[in-house]
């Protein structure tokens, strides 16, 4: 375990780095905004039929969900195109992000971004469409602050809570990759989620 100023223990495999990206904000929501100008955001509907409430587009490769299930594809579904190329600073982040969290030579190969608006949320899931276990992924929070959920490898496990705000950067890897995690409903403001993946 790792404590925290406060002495809470974050479980291991999950590293916060608070304000990693402070400095690169402003640069990373002009990224969106250039991302989100070809791929527009949209809200992807689950296998189960359900609209997610988080608003989704991506760089790189990207992650999808329609009726037929979850994948990553090169090309945007919507528009038939290639998404947009994964941006060097994101590439830059990651890998400083992951290196600083004890996972050198970690290199995203694609980018979700996801855009919470009052009430958007996201509920407990795993993420296991990616080919690398071995890669961590690295989630860079933007915006409105939000409550992260990470529980452990089965949904019944308990959860324990982390505020992310604008400029924090959490790594989830090795024993923590597989760990169940979500998203609180976000109460006020506009939140966006950056997860710099290894998709292949
Ligand atoms: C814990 N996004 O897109 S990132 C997702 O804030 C997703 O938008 C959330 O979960 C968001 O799949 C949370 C935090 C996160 C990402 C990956 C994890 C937590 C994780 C992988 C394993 C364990
Ligand atoms: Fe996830």
């Given at each position: ?68 299930g ?27 992000a ?10 995203p190969?694609?980018?979700l ?83 710099l993946?290894?998709?292949?």
């Open positions: 375990m790792q404590a925290d100023l406060f002495g809470v223990a974050y479980p291991p495999g999950l590293a916060a780095l608070r304000g990693f990206a402070l400095a690169e904000a402003e640069a990373l929501l002009a990224v969106i905004g250039q991302v989100s100008a070809v791929a527009p955001f949209r809200n992807m509907v689950t296998p189960g039929g359900h609209a997610m409430s988080a608003a989704m587009t991506n760089a790189g490769l990207g992650w999808v969900t329609d009726r037929k979850y994948r990553y594809t090169a090309e945007d579904p919507e528009s038939g195109a290639r998404w947009p190329d994964l941006p060097e600073v994101l590439v830059g982040l990651g890998a400083r992951g290196a600083a969290a004890g996972f050198a030579g970690f290199t190969d694609g980018c971004i996801n855009r919470y608006d009052v009430g958007a949320k996201m509920g407990l899931h795993q993420d296991i469409n990616e080919g690398d276990m071995s890669a961590p992924i690295v989630s860079v929070s933007l915006g409105a602050p939000a409550v992260f959920l990470f529980g452990g490898l089965k949904r019944s496990d308990p959860v324990m809570k982390i505020v992310v705000e604008h400029g924090d950067v959490v790594v989830w890897g090795g024993p923590a990759r597989l760990a169940y995690h979500g998203v609180m409903p976000v109460k006020a403001g506009v939140r966006y989620n950056l997860t993946r290894k998709a292949l």
